[in-house]
T-cell receptor
Framework: AQTVTQSQPEMSVQEAETVTLSCTYD???????LFWYKQPPSRQMILVIR??????QNATENRFSVNFQKAAKSFSLKISDSQLGDTAMYFC???????????FGAGTTVTVRA | ETGVTQTPRHLVMGMTNKKSLKCEQH?????MYWYKQSAKKPLELMFV???????ENNSVPSRFSPECPNSSHLFLHLHTLQPEDSALYLC??????????????FGPGTRLLVL
């Protein structure tokens, strides 16, 4: 089974600044996908960004980018120019290629301060 | 909201009650999921249905009983629950079970409190 660890239960960031969320995972697989999901206080969980393990280039979606370090089994999320609407819980998730099951971390609560 | 809806959004029930959670997806997907989200814990996959057939039961106690009458609807029937079952129950759907970058779409959840 895969284990996903998010070591930061809570983080706070000033509006317009940058925050980085850490995620590490444990797997013996070589081919897999990694995801970051956002769950705002309204609780609708949405996909923020995803990465294929065979791609060395880090994924970017507007103000969200990842730092994928395959050898270190690390997949951090950077939120640039933080906005109040970024306040949410963020979950890191892992999926093996050919599988449908997502293994989630425990989440990091991000609060953006005005 | 996305194309996955859940009702009710909040539910308080006693341990002897019977209630049902409903999930509906309007995305034309064929696979549907129930997850349990407890505070400070990773999401736990409970059940998976694909084309109305149950493909996964993740050792869930029998006091939770899923039902999938068609690919658009998923129910979770609850009876004789325990206080530790209090949690946020999330429904999700995906096109099928091939996984990959085709992500799962989540509903807003039902916040359940068992007294």
């Amino acid at each position: 089974a895969q284990t996903v660890t998010q070591s930061q239960p809570e983080m706070s960031v000033q509006e317009a600044e940058t925050v980085t969320l850490s995620c590490t995972y444990d797997t013996s697989e070589n081919n897999y996908y990694l995801f970051w999901y956002k769950q705002p206080p309204s609780r609708q969980m949405i996909l923020v960004i995803r990465q294929e393990a065979y791609k060395q280039q880090n994924a970017t979606e507007n103000r969200f980018s990842v730092n994928f370090q395959k050898a270190a089994k690390s997949f951090s999320l950077k939120i640039s120019d933080s906005q109040l609407g970024d306040t949410a819980m963020y979950f890191c998730a892992f999926m093996k290629v050919g599988d449908y099951k997502l293994s989630f971390g425990a989440g990091t609560t991000v609060t953006v301060r005005a | 909201e996305t194309g996955v809806t859940q009702t009710p959004r909040h539910l308080v029930m006693g341990m002897t009650n019977k209630k049902s959670l409903k999930c509906e997806q309007h995305l034309g997907h064929n696979a549907m999921y129930w997850y349990k989200q407890s505070a400070k814990k990773p999401l736990e996959l409970m059940f998976v249905y694909n084309f109305k057939e149950q493909t996964e039961n993740n050792s869930v106690p029998s006091r939770f009983s899923p039902e999938c009458p068609n690919s658009s609807h998923l129910f979770l029937h609850l009876h004789t629950l325990q206080p530790e079952d209090s949690a946020l129950y999330l429904c999700a759907s995906s096109q099928d079970l091939t996984g990959g970058l085709e992500t799962q779409y989540f509903g807003p959840g039902t916040r359940l409190l068992v007294l």
